[in-house]
RNA sequence: GCCGGGGUGGCGGAAUGGUAUACGCGCACGACUCAAAAUCGUGUCUCGCAAGGGAUGAGGGUUCGAGUCCCUCCCCCGGCACCA
């Protein structure tokens, strides 16, 4: 037969199926159900690389799998094609950024076909075509009669290189996303989506959705759901109050000074009260001309000022506290105030500890023992302790001093505490009782108490404990005698540094040992702060209750609300850039912002022949005066076009919907198509687009749904993000590494069929992984075809073996379900195996061979395609039905079964299926291999897996 | 720091709690060839002559049986950056 010529064979089938227009997808077809596949759609920046070939052509194989298996395939295709790099080619290099765009477009859609991919060009959307934009002014306008748009005055993320505002989510650790300058603050006024109005339904209608968790997960933190309570604080000799949010009421009386955002609406007022005005103001001004980089480059060190002379009211013990304005509180999450609770939140005790203020303990971690042997018992009286724990060092070596007990238990020296002794004396005293050591030195306290609830069996009581921990040093070795009675109970022993967890954890009673592990890791890293759960201390009539049980009983003592609070905010959508959509809105001196009529839609975006932004915030379109003065649609008086362009996030929230109903000019998308293809049955993405694509597309969707305009309340049912293909070097694919894979070259050399054979085989596409390419691995799947092409010489009529014909259907049913669930790093093995087994088979029948062709046709369209043909076949094989097993052909009747004797396999046994487990064991005591291990002992106990596992378990002698 | 995902041969990776290392790559040897490439065949976790032992980041646990489930710890990758 003629050689494997891929670059022949690929043209020529890309050229049929396209003349033949054999992808496009009508919207309904007798007998089958409608299937929307869909990948989000590419950026046109030119070139496809090998990211390309996997976001496209590996979802394709699925396509295909499910048109074989007869369903009515949308597989989609278009181009999100407004953004920046036009806009900065065009200032760059003096370019037309439609221009540009569309001939990136022309050169994309030739690469995007040499993949052999089945998308339906006839409903192709490009988000820059005012057949598109149309449509999405419309819509934005639909929210704006809602309600849901609004301006309004904010510090936005200023972008001075791009001149232009981002985002929050684009603004990468204090750099624009795009061109990585640093990012400043500006007030600007800016269209907004009150995506806030819909952070409840977004987070419950996550909970149906059958996404994988990991999404769901990110998505519920960006939302950010928290309750609290807010509360409010008198200032003293004023008739204000400030309102304070937080999680954690229960911690209240620990609450120490308050601190306001510099952002904060009473900062102006409360400043003129203060001796310190310009101080303060100085320190506003300060943070509000800082970037985001300064506060980072800072390290996080604390910094705020002092209100001089205002003091607020704790309204829990009306003790009078310091308020703060610091730059560690946002303006924008919660009140913009919050009360400082050192003892209980790093950053309180930072910033206490910088600024020396008190630190009040109002919890204390609390230890129930649940171990069998010293959980609490039920009906035993319960005593109460105060016991004082110390850590006591070697006057020369770095070990501790702790306790071995004849009952099992460690710990360090613990003792009751007395009446009116102090706790150090207590552990002082206990040292020298147990230890005989006699000359100690306090050097300090390690906090408390800690509560614990066990069961001391010595004792017979539930001891309800307060530990105290304390840090000392031993001056030297002189020792007294220890009374006969002490050494009976426990040995001192000396534990080295790293030995001192283990040690506890051998024997202490848990609550004992947890808290003696707290104080031991304050001792070690100095971090006092319990930010967890516990028991409510030093707080009146709430002390001892839980700190969740006190929340709200705290709350309602000091009349304060509880609350909902997200930490979303609320969308931007303005941009002050050309090449966007335009906003369809007039301001009027006398109406305001006026929406432009249906019937004028679109607004379309003017050519311009300067396309640098103004400088001072306004998009490059206010040059453009003849398109920005109208008249107002309204009262007919003079007005101006807004000239911001839409985020492009915008374009991409609805363009699933056009898709089903590509080339209505009277609606988006009628609700007769949206019936028979929304929602969206299976989306493929990138991992980056978790929480901001996907999360406000849910809402646009969300939105129209409200208002009837779409049918759906949630757009995409199943979900998956894919990996990243790494270069040869196992790093991220860039020029400057020149460690780019051109996909252009390799398929030229080795085809298409091979490029999607290797990426479907590199690793798991269900799982957000990270596979380098392999140029050699790419070879080896191009071997495979050449096999598979080879093969084809020796077909004959004759019927093929038992064995052919059950690896064949074992491999139909490995092969289907791997594309169900997306593992093609599995069906491609499958296939490798069964070619193997084919070529050792000395008779290879016709139907066989044309049964792996399909099972191949979706991974490798091309050369399957060339193949059934050269067979005698007149239409497609992509046209054909996925292959079915037969369950009774999976096996060839003989299984293997691992013999083991007390787990451990000691040989294997061929069985007919379904030998019973009394034969297989007469099988394997009789065989001569396995018999001597039976013979050790006696049998306890057969475990029998049938046809697949034997395990004897063995007995003593 | 917080959240999420992972640690299995030289490499990518496979494995409903049931014979760990499928499949591919690489490597070694052999066949074909004057020779090479291509192709085909055999081998390839580790220690051991063998019988057998040991290995899925480390340590413990549950189980007849653990890569898989539970606990403690270490390390790597991704995301977010003071969210009260």
Not at 183 to 208: C, G, H, P
Not at 888 to 895: A, D
Not at 903 to 910: D, E, M, N, P
Not at 915 to 941: C, F, H, M, N, Y
């Amino acid at each position: 037969m003629r050689e494997y010529d891929s670059k022949a064979i690929e043209a020529k089938w890309q050229e049929v199926w396209e003349q033949s227009k054999m992808f496009a997808t009508p919207d309904t077809v007798e007998g089958k159900e409608n299937f929307y596949t869909l990948v989000e759609f590419p950026y046109p920046s030119g070139n496809l690389h090998v990211g390309h070939w996997y976001a496209f052509s590996i979802p394709d194989i699925f396509a295909r799998y499910q048109r074989m298996n007869n369903k009515n395939v949308l597989f989609p295709i278009g181009f999100d094609a407004f953004g920046l790099p036009a806009e900065n080619a065009a200032i760059k290099r003096g370019l037309n950024p439609r221009e540009w765009t569309l001939s990136n477009m022309d050169v994309m859609r030739t690469q995007l076909r040499t993949m052999g991919s089945s998308f339906d060009w006839s409903r192709e959307v490009v988000t820059c075509d005012p057949t598109y934009y149309r449509w999405t002014q419309w819509l934005f306008l639909k929210l704006f009669e809602k309600g849901l748009a609004y301006q309004k005055e904010t510090p936005a993320n200023w972008c001075p290189s791009c001149k232009t505002v981002l985002a929050n989510e684009q603004v990468v650790a204090g750099h624009c996303e795009r061109c990585d300058s640093i990012v400043e603050k500006r007030l600007m006024k800016q269209w907004n989506l009150k995506i806030t109005d819909y952070a409840e339904r977004l987070l419950n209608d996550l909970e149906s959705l059958p996404w994988p968790e990991p999404i769901k997960e990110a998505q519920r933190n960006w939302i950010g759901r928290s309750e609290g309570a807010e509360i409010d604080f008198k200032i003293k000799d004023s008739d204000k109050a400030l309102t304070i949010f937080t999680t954690r009421p229960d911690t209240l009386y620990g609450a120490t000074y308050v601190v306001l955002a510099p952002e904060h609406a009473l900062i102006a007022e409360l400043a003129t009260q203060a001796s310190n005005t310009s101080e303060i103001s100085a320190y506003v001004q300060a943070t509000k001309n800082q970037t985001e980089i300064e506060r980072i480059a800072e390290g996080r060190e604390k910094t705020g000022v002092k209100l001089e002379g205002v003091m607020a009211i704790n309204p829990a013990n009306n003790e009078e506290i310091p308020v703060y304005v610091a730059d560690y509180v946002l303006g924008s999450y919660g009140t913009g105030a919050v009360m400082a609770v050192p003892a209980h939140d790093e950053r309180d005790w930072e910033f206490a500890k910088k600024f020396d203020l008190p630190i009040k303990y109002v919890v204390a971690p609390y230890f129930l023992d649940v171990t069998e042997n010293s959980k609490t018992r039920p009906g035993v009286e319960v005593k109460n302790r105060v016991i004082g724990v110390g850590i006591l060092k070697h006057w020369s070596e770095n070990k501790y001093l702790m306790l071995d007990w004849k009952n099992g238990w460690t710990g360090f020296i613990t003792g009751g505490v007395e009446e009116g002794e102090s706790h150090p004396d207590t552990v002082v005293r206990e040292i020298q009782e147990e230890t005989g050591y006699r000359n100690v030195r306090f050097v300090k306290d390690l906090g408390g108490p800690n509560i614990a609830d066990f069961y001391a069996p010595h004792k017979n009581l539930n001891q309800h404990v307060f530990g105290y921990g304390m840090y000392f040093e031993l001056l030297d070795g002189e020792q007294d005698q220890v009374a006969d009675e002490e050494k009976a109970k426990h040995d001192p022993v000396w534990i080295d540094e790293e030995g001192v967890l283990l040690f506890l954890e051998k024997g202490a009673p848990m609550g004992d040992a947890r808290y003696s592990k707290l104080f031991w890791n304050r001792l070690k890293t100095g971090n006092y702060v319990w930010a967890d759960e516990g028991k409510v201390i030093n707080s009146e009539g709430f002390s001892e209750l839980s700190t969740e049980d006190a929340r709200k009983k705290i709350t309602d003592s000091v009349g304060g609300r509880w609350v909902t609070r997200y930490k979303l905010r609320d969308w931007g959508i303005s941009r002050q850039r050309y090449w966007g959509c335009p906003i369809p809105v007039v301001h009027c001196a006398s109406c305001g912002p006026v929406a432009v009529p249906e019937i004028e839609l679109p607004v379309v975006l003017p050519e311009i022949a300067d396309y640098l932004p103004t400088g001072e915030g306004k998009s490059p379109l206010a040059k453009a005066t003849e398109w920005v003065n109208v008249t107002c649609p309204k009262c007919g008086g003079a007005a101006q076009r807004e000239t911001d362009t839409l985020d492009t996030f915008i374009d991409s929230s609805w363009y699933y919907l056009r898709y089903a109903d590509a080339h209505n000019t009277d609606v988006f998308a009628s609700l007769e198509k949206q019936k028979q293809w929304v929602p969206v049955d299976f989306y493929s993405g990138g991992a980056e687009h978790t929480t901001m694509h996907l999360l406000y597309s849910r809402f646009f969707n969300k939105a129209l749904f409200d208002l009837g305009l779409v049918t759906e309340s949630e757009p995409y049912v199943r979900r998956m993000n894919r990996g990243l293909i790494l270069g040869p070097d196992g790093n991220k694919m860039s020029k400057s590494k020149g460690n780019v894979i051109d996909p252009d070259e390799i398929v030229r050399n080795l085809g298409a069929d091979t490029v999607r054979i290797y990426l479907a085989f590199i690793g798991p596409y269900n799982e957000v992984g990270a596979y380098p390419w392999n140029p050699d691995g790419v070879v080896g799947a191009r071997r495979f075809i050449e096999r598979v092409w080879r093969l084809r010489d020796r077909i004959t009529d004759e019927a093929t073996s038992i064995e052919l014909d059950t690896a064949l259907h074992q491999t139909i049913k490995k092969v289907g379900e791997s594309i169900d669930i997306f593992k093609f790093n599995t069906g491609v093995p499958a296939l490798m195996t069964l070619l193997n087994v084919m070529e050792k088979s000395a008779v290879v029948s016709q139907e066989v061979y044309e049964t792996m062709l399909r099972l191949l046709a979706p991974f490798a369209p091309h050369v399957s395609e060339e193949l059934w043909y050269d067979l005698g076949h007149t239409t497609s094989i992509h046209l054909e039905q996925w292959p079915s097993f037969d369950v009774s052909k999976l096996t060839s009747g003989e299984v293997s079964i691992a013999v083991q004797v007390n787990g451990k396999v000691r040989g294997v046994l061929t069985c007919p299926q379904g030998t019973p487990e009394a034969t297989v064991l007469a099988l394997a005591r009789g065989d001569q291999k396995i018999a001597p291990w039976v013979e050790k002992g006696s049998i306890l106990r057969v475990v029998y897996i049938p046809d697949k596992v034997l395990n004897i378990v063995v007995g003593g002698d």
